[in-house]
């Protein structure tokens, strides 16, 4: 897929999540906005080698979207792929309904259940030494949220992958700089946060996350690392809205029917200046 | 070849999952740092399934979960404290609520660390682990039902967390035994009844001998897998039982004296039931186990003379 249509793709997700959360009046818009762009590139531009039409094969690429609540992104991906039925789609917030705000394995294509922080770098790196002793050739991506990375086990899988040397684990940090009340500038643990990560013996680069050719670029140095290797993603929470770009309130909050038409109104001039 | 009494808990448990190892390639057994004897050769004989993971116990359990989604059947080993602790929400998530085998074995039951204080005493695992729906407990008596219980262990399908305790143990079970019922009548049920677990069922044992030589004949149960408890005992001590006394070296909530109160506040019942075992308290007291049981009436001699004030009422 051309980048373009990647563009293309990105703006189609955030407005099936915006249409979503107003619908139901629940999500995470914020910290969705700020990854979908590394999820499409994920899912449409070749980098995950998942067959979504039988997404338990063995020998595929295994993803975690350890910030679970940026779901609404992947349901609407999967929507796209033809994993789930407009139906299905529809019973996200809907009580005793199957698609809930964060992930589970019950839900086609999710491949861990998440909702807590700091986790699924750790089960990766099972994921990964599992492939190393069976020698195949899978990989394993983990896309965190920057304010997980306080969690300190997220800093004990660092450690055992590199000394593991899990080359086959590719993770990705959404450095959108807003954590739920706060911002997470550049102290204490985000301080020289890729040399950190390359003291610990992993490769590590930083990209801007909403830039496609970055995106893919560093998806390719990626898979070809000789170690372990983190891409940090600078993002913007609520990107594609301005009103929400880098506005903490817009971790979770639902727009208002005016605040919803302002929005509206920006992701059609985005889509339409993509179509030309 | 040593007989099963002379054998330690540990090696008879570790011995058996090292043939199930050399029979199986995709057994892998994570280490928190910790030792025993018989790992050794496991550690020698497989060095690419055996991995210290480290003092680390969240990634320990992590790297658990991920292995055994990719199909690995994982052993994860630790001190219980931190084993079961330390760690318990990627235990609850990542093990759990994924439904995946993954077997913990948990050292230093009750206060077989007495010395290191309470960081170290092993006295609130069951009840932590209870809290897990998904979660099968064991807790075993002796040498003969950790080599069966490692058994069981390896073909099990859900989360299993395995109580083991250190040094030698008189014989209650043969390693060829089925254990599947979870439970052990080793003296017949009378109207008065032993019920334990795990290190106690020999005090159990020695206590209902000094009862008996004081003609007060009681049952003694040794209850081997305390989640799910086997309803069928329950029906049974129902039919039997006046008074029973559970015996266990855990805390007061959430072991197995709340396990069988918990059972039968579910059926109709007039049984008496006393609960024996450590207060709920975190103890800075330093001492041998034996210090700490007879400091809080867990010795034999202490139960026994329990007992009989409880049974002359």
């Keep these: ?276 | 070849m040593l007989k099963l009494a002379e054998l330690d808990i540990r090696d008879a448990f570790f011995d058996e999952i090292y043939r199930i190892a050399a029979a199986d390639k995709n057994v892998v057994f994570l280490t928190g740092d910790m030792d025993a004897f018989s790992l050794r050769k496991f550690k020698q004989d497989f060095p690419s399934r055996f991995i210290n993971t480290g003092v680390a116990e969240q990634n320990m359990i992590c790297v658990a979960s991920g292995l055994a989604a990719c199909g690995k059947k994982v052993f994860v080993y630790g001190i219980n404290t931190f084993v079961s602790m330390r760690c318990f929400e990627q235990i609850k998530i990542n093990i759990c609520s994924m439904n995946l085998p993954v077997v913990i074995i948990g050292a230093g039951a009750g206060f077989s660390f007495g010395f290191d204080g309470p960081t170290h005493h092993g006295t609130q695992d069951v009840a932590v682990m209870r809290a897990l729906p998904e979660m099968e407990i064991w807790n075993l008596a002796d040498a003969g039902i950790a080599a069966a219980c490692a058994k069981l262990a390896a073909k099990t399908t859900h989360p299993m967390y395995i109580r083991l305790d250190k040094g030698k143990f008189p014989d209650f079970y043969q390693p060829e035994e089925n254990i599947s019922a979870g439970f052990k009548l080793l003296k017949p049920l009378q109207k008065i009844n032993l019920v334990s677990t795990g290190f106690m069922t020999q005090q159990a044992m020695q206590t209902a001998q000094a009862l008996e030589l004081q003609s007060v004949s009681v049952g003694v149960v040794d209850v081997s897998r305390l989640k799910p408890l086997n309803q069928d005992l329950i029906k049974q001590l129902i039919a039997s039982s006046h008074k029973i006394f559970t015996l266990e070296e855990h805390c007061l909530t959430g072991g197995l004296g709340s396990i069988l109160n918990d059972a039968l506040a579910s059926h109709k019942n007039s049984i008496t039931l006393e609960r024996l075992a450590i207060p709920d308290l975190q103890f800075l007291a330093y001492g041998s186990r034996e210090w700490f049981h007879q400091s809080n009436g867990l010795d034999v001699q202490s139960i026994t003379n329990r007992i009989q004030k409880l049974i002359s009422r």
Excluded at chain 1, 71 to 87: K, N, R, V
Excluded at chain 1, 221 to 249: Q, R, V, W
Aim: one cysteine or more; a negative charge; charged letters at 25%.
């Design chain 1, 1 to 276: 897929m051309q980048i373009k249509q990647l563009q293309q793709k990105a703006a189609w997700v955030r407005r099936q999540v915006l249409e979503a959360i107003a619908a139901k009046g629940k999500g995470h818009i914020g910290g969705t906005y700020s990854c979908t762009d590394v999820l499409v590139a994920l899912y449409y531009a070749g980098i995950l080698r998942i067959d979504l039409k039988n997404p338990r094969q063995p020998d595929r690429d295994r993803f975690i979207l350890s910030k679970g609540h940026a779901c609404l992104a992947l349901y609407s991906i999967y929507l796209d792929q033809g994993i789930f039925t407009p139906e299905k789609f529809a019973e996200y917030g809907v009580d005793g309904g199957s698609l809930g705000g964060q992930l589970d394995i019950h839900i086609p294509g999710a491949e861990y259940n998440t909702g807590s922080l700091g986790h699924a770098l750790g089960i990766g790196c099972g994921m990964a030494l599992a492939a190393k002793m069976d020698e195949k050739k899978y990989k394993t991506y983990i896309l965190m949220g920057d304010a997980e990375c306080l969690e300190w086990s997220v800093w004990e899988s660092v450690m055992f992958a590199s000394e593991h040397g899990l080359n086959n684990l590719i993770g990705i940090v959404d450095r959108n700089r807003l954590s739920v009340t706060d911002v997470l500038d550049d102290e204490h643990v985000f301080r020289n946060f890729k040399e950190k990560l390359q003291m610990f013996g992993w490769n590590a680069q930083v990209i801007n996350g909403h830039s496609f050719e970055e995106i893919l670029s560093a998806f390719e140095a990626a898979k070809n690392s000789d170690k372990p290797f983190m891409l940090l993603a600078n993002t913007i929470k609520g990107k594609g809205i301005s009103f929400m770009e880098n506005g903490i309130k817009w971790h979770h909050s639902v727009p208002t029917p005016a605040e919803l038409d302002k929005a509206r109104a920006e992701l059609k001039k985005n889509e339409d200046a993509l179509s030309c």
